[in-house]
């Protein structure tokens, strides 16, 4: 499970326009981390999203959910696109209304869709069409517990991570829960592509350390693409 670095030629400007914040795939850094997922560093300016960030957070606001067992988990989430991943008492499922508001997640940003396209496509899925993004704030101390993702109807469809802010320590462990992990330090601009064998494996995010970025302050965005339905 250890970084053997690949490069993987670039197909922006051939066959895909390639919008400004998609910095070029010469510069960036591709390194496969285990079968099927592939990490992107320094894939995207995340400049470019941040005002999209902000303005899908006016409409749909960040939020606390709840799991079954009626913890809350430490993330503070929210979704564009037309489905959106929802957890509370009852469990968790994709909902097509944002369930604070009672209207539909806002629309997915064309960037965010040609971003999480581009980045599938450079990690050898081409043709993803998401039809959801869960967006999950992370403050200092917050984390996520070793989970399979497991909810979405094609399991043939890759999922796309986008990391924003400061930094984050990813682990996987592979098809089970418990025994060895690979740790990966996530930095804002990266992107992995989990897919093929890669997709159903167990996977988390070490507890947050405080550190500041200078565009977000003391906080980490995780904005991960799905093709939910
Ligand atoms: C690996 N988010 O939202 S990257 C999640 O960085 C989630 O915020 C983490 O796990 C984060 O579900 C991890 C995203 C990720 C998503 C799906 C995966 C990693 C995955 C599916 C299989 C293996
Ligand atoms: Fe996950």
Same mark, same amino acid.
């Given at each position: 499970?250890?970084?053997?670095?690949?490069?993987?030629?670039?197909?922006?400007?051939?066959?895909?326009?390639?919008?400004?914040?998609?910095?070029?795939?010469?510069?960036?850094?591709?390194?496969?981390?285990? &079968?099927?997922?592939?990490?992107?560093?320094?894939?995207?300016?995340? $400049?470019?999203?941040?005002?999209?960030?902000?303005?899908?957070?006016?409409?749909?606001?960040?939020?606390?959910?709840?799991?079954?067992?009626?913890?809350?988990?430490?993330?503070?989430?929210?979704?564009?696109?037309?489905?959106?991943?929802?957890?509370?008492?009852?469990?968790?499922?994709?909902?097509?209304?944002?369930?604070?508001?009672?209207? @539909?997640? &806002? $629309?997915?940003?064309?960037?965010?869709?040609?971003?999480?396209?581009?980045?599938?496509?450079?990690?050898?899925?081409?043709?993803?069409? &998401?039809?959801?993004?869960?967006?999950?704030?992370?403050?200092?101390?917050?984390?996520?517990?070793?989970?399979?993702?497991?909810?979405?109807?094609?399991?043939?469809?890759?999922?796309? @991570?986008?990391?924003?802010?400061?930094?984050?320590?990813?682990?996987?462990?592979?098809?089970?829960?418990?025994?060895? @992990?690979?740790?990966?330090?996530?930095?804002?601009?990266?992107?992995?592509?989990?897919?093929?064998?890669?997709?159903?494996?167990?996977?988390?995010?070490?507890?947050?350390?405080?550190?500041?970025?200078?565009?977000?302050?003391?906080?980490?965005?995780?904005?991960?693409?799905?093709?939910?339905?």
């Amino acid at each position: 499970m250890r970084g053997v670095k690949s490069n993987i030629m670039p197909v922006a400007g051939q066959e895909m326009k390639k919008a400004s914040m998609m910095r070029d795939l010469f510069a960036s850094d591709t390194v496969d981390i285990c &079968p099927g997922m592939v990490l992107l560093r320094q894939f995207v300016d995340t $400049a470019e999203l941040q005002p999209e960030l902000e303005s899908i957070l006016t409409v749909s606001p960040l939020r606390r959910m709840q799991t079954s067992r009626g913890f809350y988990l430490s993330v503070q989430s929210s979704n564009c696109g037309q489905l959106g991943w929802v957890s509370d008492r009852q469990g968790y499922r994709y909902s097509t209304l944002d369930p604070l508001t009672g209207q @539909s997640w &806002p $629309a997915m940003p064309k960037a965010f869709r040609a971003l999480a396209q581009h980045a599938a496509e450079c990690a050898g899925f081409p043709g993803f069409m &998401p039809d959801g993004c869960l967006i999950n704030q992370y403050q200092p101390g917050a984390q996520m517990g070793a989970h399979q993702d497991r909810d979405e109807a094609d399991a043939d469809a890759p999922i796309v @991570s986008v990391s924003m802010g400061i930094d984050a320590r990813f682990f996987v462990t592979g098809p089970e829960r418990r025994g060895r @992990s690979s740790a990966v330090d996530l930095s804002d601009g990266d992107v992995v592509v989990f897919g093929g064998p890669a997709r159903h494996h167990y996977h988390g995010v070490r507890k947050l350390k405080f550190s500041e970025h200078p565009r977000f302050g003391a906080v980490r965005w995780n904005l991960t693409f799905r093709k939910a339905g």
